[in-house]
């Protein structure tokens, strides 16, 4: 099996959303190998001696037999403007750390910040995010994403955002746009969906 990955926001000490991770790892490994092992993140990330200030990336590169852990100082980049890529074939429903496809996806973005994946004429991701959409006060989130991640899952669940099938001819009926990850928040910069180019 490829090695799997899992990042977790660590801010002075604190582990967040560790029961949306715990589902993603234990989903993954059930589904790719039949491990039907419970997993308690908590318990086994207090085990590491891990920084108790600052905001860090808790990386954990995992498969069946083993999981490495390490503890990245972590700075938000800044994106301004996202390129539409298209790529009907790309897969990336498990986070695996084999990301080729989605790099070279990312080398086209030019003079853009980063790239916004259309699949099969749809709307999905960016390179590392989730995206959400603002239409007359509400958040919308593709319901194509490619990887359902933990941000989103918990934003979806405390009906904070909707999914939608989003199109890029759909982009004119959104105002803006925020991007979403285990290390980013709901309270990130609102962008401006004009910054989203062909």
Not at 60 to 88: A, G, M, N, W
Not at 109 to 134: A, E, M, P, Q, W
Not at 165 to 191: H, V, W, Y
Request: hydrophobic share 35%.
């Amino acid at each position: 099996m490829s090695l799997l990955i899992e990042s977790i926001k660590l801010l002075d000490g604190k582990f967040y959303n560790l029961s949306y991770h715990e589902q993603r790892m234990h989903r993954s490994l059930q589904m790719l190998c039949g491990d039907d092992e419970p997993i308690e993140l908590e318990g086994f990330l207090n085990r590491f001696k891990h920084p108790q200030s600052g905001l860090y990336k808790c990386r954990i590169e995992y498969d069946e037999k083993s999981k490495d852990v390490e503890f990245v100082p972590y700075q938000p980049k800044t994106i301004q403007s996202l390129r539409i890529v298209e790529h009907d074939r790309i897969n990336y429903e498990f986070k695996y750390k084999d990301r080729k496809t989605i790099d070279r996806l990312f080398d086209l973005r030019r003079d853009c910040d980063d790239v916004l994946i259309v699949k099969r004429g749809y709307i999905t991701d960016t390179s590392y995010c989730n995206i959400v959409f603002k239409r007359n006060g509400k958040w919308y989130t593709p319901w194509s994403a490619l990887l359902k991640g933990t941000q989103r899952q918990n934003l979806l669940e405390r009906n904070l955002i909707r999914e939608e099938d989003i199109a890029p001819e759909d982009l004119s009926s959104f105002q803006s746009f925020k991007l979403i990850n285990a290390m980013l928040e709901f309270d990130g910069p609102e962008i401006d969906v004009s910054n989203i180019v062909l």
